[in-house]
């Protein structure tokens, strides 16, 4: 899965969905499913959230190596609304970020999500904040997804206020590497598995406006780097390694969102002390 970003600032047209995830417009299920599989093509959601006043910016789907799996894998498609293309001042925007597949293999979900433009990060926000909505392949209707939809939007607001606290709260060295260590645990389980990073390299930024110690920056900075990855000196043996980009939409919804709840816990803690 590459993640294309859309820099025009324009809603993609089904033509442009279609060139970046084909399984989008997929007009059956993996033919694994049993008839209580209730299929609803993608693209017609996708119609209906833009019914809805939001438009898709973004899209991509998991790579598959089996014939017979190509069509059904996991798409996630990230929507904006009509304000966000017409006010060139916004430095974040608020999305609603879906995810689907037609192989069994999870639900319709809902995320809201915010999109950053001066690193062009598109974050998923964690559950704490605002709950993702399921929506089960069974007995599904149009106006679940509408609903859905509501849920997601309704709540939004807290998501910039959120934002506007995060910018205000300066972080000492300590609670930036939790948050650092947020995104090492999610994206290596098993402590085994990471690599030797030097010391706080989650924490470095690519670019100049990114080296404000608030925990909004703090945030994009540590998810940019988890998702996107980066070059590195290996501490031991001093040899140039490369931390590759995430692919798997699974995990970048999940290194997102550990992300954004530990960013959140800290928010909470200090607003509370």
């Not at 993996?30 to 939001?54: C, D, E, H, M």
């Not at 598959?64 to 304000?83: A, K, S």
Request: contains cysteine; aromatic residues 8%; charged residues 25%.
């Amino acid at each position: 899965m590459n993640q294309v970003v859309n820099n025009t600032m324009m809603p993609l047209s089904d033509g442009e969905l279609f060139r970046r995830a084909p399984s989008i417009f997929t007009e059956r299920q993996s033919a694994k499913l049993s008839g209580r599989y209730n299929f609803i093509p993608t693209s017609r959601v996708v119609n209906i959230i833009r019914s809805q006043g939001w438009y898709p910016v973004s899209a991509d789907e998991k790579r598959v190596n089996l014939p017979e799996n190509r069509g059904y894998q996991t798409h996630m498609i990230r929507f904006r609304d009509e304000e966000s293309f017409f006010n060139p001042r916004m430095d974040t925007v608020p999305e609603i970020v879906l995810l689907n597949n037609h192989n069994g293999s999870g639900c319709y979900r809902l995320y809201a999500g915010i999109f950053r433009f001066i690193c062009l990060n598109g974050l998923v926000v964690g559950d704490s904040l605002i709950p993702s909505v399921a929506i089960k392949h069974i007995n599904t209707s149009e106006d679940d997804v509408i609903e859905a939809t509501y849920k997601i939007v309704e709540n939004l607001p807290k998501v910039l206020c959120s934002v506007s606290e995060m910018k205000r709260l300066c972080l000492p060295k300590r609670e930036r590497r939790a948050i650092q260590e947020a995104a090492i645990q999610i994206r290596w389980p098993k402590q085994n598995d990471a690599p030797s990073l030097p010391k706080d390299i989650f924490l470095e930024p690519k670019r100049y406006e990114d080296k404000q110690k608030d925990l909004w920056t703090t945030l994009n900075v540590v998810q940019e780097n988890a998702v996107n990855g980066f070059n590195y000196i290996e501490p031991e043996t001093g040899r140039s390694r490369k931390l590759r980009k995430l692919t798997a939409i699974d995990k970048i919804v999940d290194v997102n969102t550990a992300i954004w709840e530990k960013a959140e816990h800290l928010l909470q803690r200090h607003m509370a002390a």
